[in-house]
């Protein structure tokens, strides 16, 4: 048997079997609100995914098809800045339409939140004390914000690299650009890596194509998550450090710092310790080492020790992921039965967030990557960033693709190139399923992203009539509605989001902060106040 047709059998086999097990899980699930969200977005959202990468594998054994693929990813070698800047336009449309320009969850409205402080010269915010626990609901203090009980002072929860890459976009106006200009950079870093590593433009340019064929980038680069940027910041990492010397390590460790402080320390510190025990072996480790560590050090003593401490002290709050960093207990623990089986469905959304077929062809890059150090390490990385996340105690719950993953998923398109390299006949199949991934599972995912946005928003409480200057969110009767209660930092934005604490605190809220407002509509979903 060849092997495009051992590659095709193994890529249709995982996919059947996970057609039949979502179109099985369907079967006994109960209805999609009903589920967790991490559950009703395998379930119900991955299912037509799992169906539709079955044909495709099909179609891309079609020669013609094949060819066409070819020619499509020695443009995308040969024009790598034509390509960077229509896939910023095109993320950037991603963004604006299909997320509309929102960050759905609190992942991602932590970091904005932070950003629009930032951009007004300021590191906390100043939220009315008695208006705490309506602007901010408790839930979101556990993890996402850092609050002061006393006086007021919000901050987000998480290290505010990510926030700080935000700041200026936020400040023009246009926040969700910022993750579209970061994929759309990704994409030429990946080529330039690409060239470098295998020494031809089409391979390259399928370097390329596999990347803008899997969803998981795609939709990713329209969203407000940190995890593009932690892609990015670990790919010119691992190019920097392909070839060290002290000036490169030096580089590679500033990109390392921002890394490690963009949310949290854990996704850059997995994929950096192959890269980094590797440099440990080295003969010249004395002189690279030292150059690595003294990139990393300020932007890590700054964004990292220094605003976990900085939360700590001002806000009086050990509430917050950053200013817990130190309470590892909160953060890991062994694995059990709930947490495993998360994992493989991690595994499975990773499956089915990539290109078709891109992930068994990846599998056969190892072979390669054995013989080739940089590779072996982007193996190792992805790897570790895999099992690692077996000890976290979290699903993910929101996200698109397997999120936990993201930070080393270019390890994918780089391995499967690997692989093409060594068997050629493979790259007219990988390509043609590449191909068929952007042209049919990607605009599948984006109508699927937008109309679950769509929904979402829905819940907020609306008026027909009058002019809104409160909505009151009652989170009980809503699927995540906790995560509508957002306003901009500075309470600036109407109407305010709040979260309904009940009709007596609701009304005594009311009657003390907003006694001109009169109600303008009012159902299951919450109240609306505001001028007639």
Known sequence: MNIHRSALIAAAAPSAALAWWLWDLQQRAPAPEELDIFGRLFVFHDAPAAWLCLPILAVACVLPLQRLALRIARAFGERPNLVAAASFVGFALVARFVHRGHPLSLDEYAPVFQSELFAHGRLFAALPLPLLDFLLPRDMQQFFFSASRESGAVASGYWPGFALLLTPFTALGVPWLLNPLIGAVTLRLLHRVALSTFGARELAGLAVLIALGSAALTINAGSFYAMPAHALANLAYAALLAAPTPARALAAGLCGGLALALHNPFPHALFAAPWIAWLGLRPDRARVLPALALGYAPLVLLLGVGWSALLQSELGSSWGSAARATELSAFFELPNAAIVAARIVGFAKLWLWAAPASLVVALLGLRSARRDVPLALWAASAALTALAYFFVPFDQGHGWGYRYFHSAWLAIPLLAVAAIRAQRELAGFAAACALGGLAVLTPLRAAQTHDFVASHLAQLPSAERGIPELLLVDTSAGYYSIDLVQNDALL????????????????????????????????????VWGRR
């Open 492 to 527: 600036a934005r109407r109407p305010l989001v709040m979260e309904s604490l009940g009709e007596a605190a609701n009304a005594q809220m009311r009657r003390r902060h907003f006694p001109e407002l009169v109600l303008l509509a009012k159902d299951e979903r919450g109240e």
